[in-house]
Each structure stands twice: as C-alpha cells, then as structure tokens.
C-alpha cells in the first residue's frame, strides 16, 4: 500500500478484516506500506498492521513476493505509481478519481488493458458502489422494479472549508488533486448513479465556483510550520473548485442534477441519490446507509407510499457475512466488501469492476463538467473513451 492517512487507514482496516468476514479463495498479507516520512510510516505499519514499512514506492514494484500495490495517495501520483506496478505485473487497487487528467487515465487504462492480456488485474476504488443498500438498488433497476428511469437526483455535500482560514491543503491545489469538490466527491456520485441506473451520462451543463480564493499556507503546502502567533500567515492561490453544480442527459434518456460542495454548512458528508421511474422511486442516504425508502407505483392506490426497507437480511448484497438481521453495518464496510471482491476476482483470474476503463469514462465527465464551465455553462457531449467499458 502507497499512503497510510485517511484511505490508507480505511483500506488497512479493510484488508486486516476481510478473510476474517468472508471465505475467499486468497488470504491478504499486509506485507509493506510506503510513506514519504519514516518515522511516521513506522508508526502507520504498526499501528495498522504491515509488517515493514519504506519511503519509496518503488520497493513495492521491485519486491518478488508482492502481487497487489494498493494506491492511497493524492491524484498527483496515481498514474506514476499504477503504470510502474502494472508494468511490473502487479495487481492494482487505486482510489479515485482515477488520476487528476483525462491523458493520465487514458494511459492508465490502455496500460490495464495491455496488463490484462497476462492476467493482470486492475480496480477503481469507488467504494460506495458496494454498501448493500446501494448494489440494491442497481438490482432493483435491473430488475425492473422502477420501470423507464426519468429522473437522477444527486448530492454530495460537505463543509470542511466553509471557514476561510482553513488552510491550503492538497485537496485544494489543481496539481495535486485534480480538480476540488468536483473530482473528490462529484465524482462519486456520477459512479455511483451511473452503476445503479446502468446509464451513462452523455452531456453536461455546469457551474462551478471556488468561494474562497486564497487561502492560508498549511506545513504541508508551504513546508513551513503554521503561524500560532496571530501574525498574518502567509496565503496562496485556491486553484480548484469548491462547488460545481450540473445538469445532464443519460444515454438511456433520463434527466440527471448533481450537486457536490465542501461549502455546505452543516453537511458532513451528506451523499444522497433519489431515481424516479415509471413504475416507482428509489431513495439511498448515506447517513442512513442500512436503509432504502422504496416507492412502488405498482401497488394499489390505497396501499401506495414510501417504504422503509432495512438492508440487513442475509440475502442483501454482502450481508450474509455480518451480523443477524437488523444489526447494522458501517461506512468501514464498503471498503471490506471493495477488498472482498477484489481478492474473489483477482483469485478467480476475472475482472473486478470497477475497471480502469469505467473510472475513465468518470474523468471525462469530469472533464465535460468543467470544460462546461469554463464556456458558461454551454452544453459539453462526455467524450468517447475509445476503449471497452462496462458500468
Ligand atoms: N473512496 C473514498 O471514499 C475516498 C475518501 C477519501 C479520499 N479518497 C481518495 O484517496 C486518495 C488519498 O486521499 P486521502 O484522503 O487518503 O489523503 P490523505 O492526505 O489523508 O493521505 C494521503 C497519503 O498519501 C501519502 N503520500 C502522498 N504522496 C506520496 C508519495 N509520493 N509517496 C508515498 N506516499 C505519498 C501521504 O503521506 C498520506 O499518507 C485520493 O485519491 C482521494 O481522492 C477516497
């Protein structure tokens, strides 16, 4: 594993329980951890379970009896470190967003395509695709059961930096993410509703915003310790967006909105989809991550209203591993669901989803969105990915 902070953490804690959960065909060894700062990457492998721990990646691409490099840093290092292991013949877990340019995420994919012919395996680490509730829903679809899809309502809301003095860290630099609200958490919701709905988006109209233009250095932006004297610390430029708000067509002909923000007090990480079709209306919230409010048009008139289902039964998807019914699960879950249908596919020698190519074909969303709103909001077609991809 490359980054041992926030993923690196949700990933560790993932990968040391998944075959405790689950019975697969492969067992995970957290065999080495790399971190840019030794003494705190030591102190990362002990406290989250890696037996050594280096500062350079590249000994994770070099060592004979490693097989998966999971890549948990910043954009800016996605498609260095992915192409090296690959190339190396090594599996590849890597968060999203795939890379911080369209270019990059090309060369990723044709890299994962060309990997693949050997029997190389690659994965985009959206994890949401797999809390229960929401691979229900894109059964629920697939089923039938919401009928002609007219409607995706979508938001991604946060508000981490609403303060003005909250400093300029990675996220908010256009080099080392990519792109700000838009990529980090936009792009979730544009996975996460392309997988349910089976759709895709074909064309955009989009706002963005940064409402915040420059911003105090942090230690890490500046390489300089934070100001704890009151004196006016040294600021720098805001170079990504913090709100961007659009609109879109789906290839299968539904109307779509998405919302995603770091600027909307009292959001904490307020991810909710709501799908209206002919036949009913499905609601997933993250906050309430068990539960699915179903609507179906199908039944009676004087029966007709939202339903509370609980996602807790043993046949909902990855529920039969945890606990009885009713006894809920977590954020954390996601990931160890991520890891068990990575280790079940790479075992297997088939591909885990979401691929290279599907995590592609987000980036030029991301693309679409902001060349959008560099025009004014004019309509901009998601290009074509020129490669195999499947939602
Ligand atoms: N799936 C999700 O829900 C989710 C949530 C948060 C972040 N992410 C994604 O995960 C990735 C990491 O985000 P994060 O929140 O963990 O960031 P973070 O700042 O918490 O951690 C980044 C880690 O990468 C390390 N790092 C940076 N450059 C490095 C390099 N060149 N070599 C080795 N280590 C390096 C840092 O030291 C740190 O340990 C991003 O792509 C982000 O978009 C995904």
């Known amino acids: 594993m490359v980054g041992y902070a926030f993923m690196g953490a949700a990933h560790s804690q993932a990968w040391r329980t998944v075959n405790r959960v689950y019975d697969l065909p ?12 030794t003494a705190k990457v030591a102190d990362a492998a002990d406290r989250l379970g890696w037996d050594a721990h280096t500062t350079d990646w590249r000994d994770l691409i070099n060592r004979d009896d490693i097989d998966v490099v999971d890549i948990c840093t910043p954009g800016d290092s996605h498609a260095e470190i992915a192409l090296a292991a690959l190339a ?3 599996h590849v877990l890597c968060e999203k967003p795939l890379a911080n340019t369209v270019a990059e995420a090309r060369a990723m994919t044709a890299a994962a395509d060309a990997a693949r012919a050997t029997g190389v395996r690659s994965m985009c680490g959206f994890n949401y695709r797999r809390v229960p509730a929401v ?27 609403v303060d003005p003095q909250f400093p300029l860290v990675w996220r908010l630099q256009k080099d080392r993410a990519g792109s700000g609200a838009l990529g980090d958490i936009g792009a979730h919701i544009i996975d996460l509703t392309q997988f349910v709905t089976g759709q895709r988006i074909s064309g955009v109209s989009a ?18 310790a934070a100001t704890v004297d009151g004196s006016a610390a040294p600021t720098g430029p805001v170079t990504v967006d913090d709100a961007a708000v659009f609109v879109a067509r789906l290839d299968g002909g539904a109307l779509a909105t998405y919302e995603a923000s770091r600027f909307a007090t009292g959001r904490k990480n307020a991810l909710r989809v709501e799908i209206n079709g002919s036949l009913g209306t499905v609601v997933f919230d993250l906050e309430r991550l068990n539960e699915l409010e179903f609507y179906d048009a199908t039944r009676p008139a004087v029966e007709q209203g939202f339903n509370r289902i609980l996602v807790t039964e043993g046949e909902h998807p990855y529920m039969s591993a945890w606990w009885p019914p009713g006894h809920i699960i977590g954020y954390e879950h996601s990931f160890t669901h991520e890891m068990r249908d990575f280790i079940e596919a790479v075992a297997s020698g088939v591909d885990p989803t979401p691929s290279f190519a599907d995590a592609l074909q987000v980036q030029l969303v991301l693309d679409a969105v902001t060349r959008s709103a560099e025009l004014g909001s004019s309509w901009a077609e998601v290009a074509p990915a020129l490669t195999a991809a499947a939602v």
Do not use: N
Not at 135 to 161: C, E, K, P, S
Not at 207 to 224: C, I, M
């Open 26 to 37: 492969a067992r995970a060894r957290m065999a080495l951890i790399c971190g840019r700062d």
């Open 88 to 90: 190396a013949g090594k």
């Open 135 to 161: 691979t229900m829903m894109r059964q629920m679809v697939a089923d039938g059961r919401l009928g002609v899809i007219r409607h995706v309502r979508a938001v991604y809301l946060q508000d981490w930096i």
């Open 207 to 224: 706002v963005t915003e940064t409402f915040v233009k420059e911003r105090p250095l942090s230690a890490e932006s500046s390489g300089l």
